[in-house]
């Protein structure tokens, strides 16, 4: 069975208005997108589907944590993930591409929502993944330890400055 079918709403028998839709997003469902820098994971989804005659709106609410590796220590932590996002879908049949309207045939019964829900949360990540330990001091590791005794030293000695030099910070 596809890990993904789960993400399935079907949405032809619903009635018109909300309809509420909660998924639980473990390691599997990133194994499935090939994306192996999570080593954990334990999120929600809350999905609120407005159901309207001519198309749907869609309502992302992702909360949890995800495992990480810190870039400075290596070091994992837990990444906490607050995201929401909104989706409108829309049927017919046009190449217009956008990453707030989504159209889908005419006919269609259902949506697959998971590959909205993982760009969500990848796109929740910073860029630069520092351990909370490390912005206020409290990580120990030989890793820090030997990337602190590599920094370069401040220029204490008596050594001559270019005079130029001078006359620019006069400047500031």
């Known amino acids: 069975m596809d890990v993904l079918n789960e993400f399935n709403i079907p949405f032809v028998g619903l009635k018109d208005g909300k309809h509420n839709f909660k998924f639980t997003i473990d390691r ?15 999120l929600k989804c809350d999905l609120v589907l407005n159901k309207k005659t001519t198309f749907l709106e869609i309502n992302f609410k992702v909360d949890g944590k995800v495992t ?5 220590s290596t070091e994992l932590f837990d990444h906490k993930i607050k ?3 909104n989706l409108i879908v829309k049927f017919g049949s046009s190449d217009y591409d956008s990453d707030e309207i989504l159209i889908i045939p ?3 019964y259902q ?3 998971a590959q909205h829900i993982y760009e969500i949360i990848v796109l929740s990540l910073p ?3 520092i351990h909370p330990g490390i912005k206020n001091g409290t990580l120990k590791s030989d890793i820090l330890e030997k990337l602190k005794a590599l ?7 008596n050594e ?3 005079p130029r030099w001078d006359k620019l910070k006069k400047l500031l």
């Open 127 to 129: 860029l630069k993944r």
């Open 83 to 85: 995201n929401e996002n």
């Open 160 to 162: 001559s400055i270019d």
């Open 111 to 113: 949506i697959n929502v």
């Open 106 to 108: 005419e006919g269609s």
């Open 151 to 157: 920094e370069p030293k401040e220029n204490n000695s």
């Open 68 to 72: 990480i590796p810190c870039d400075v």
């Open 28 to 42: 599997k469902f990133f194994e499935h997108f090939e994306f192996s820098e999570f080593i954990d994971s334990s």
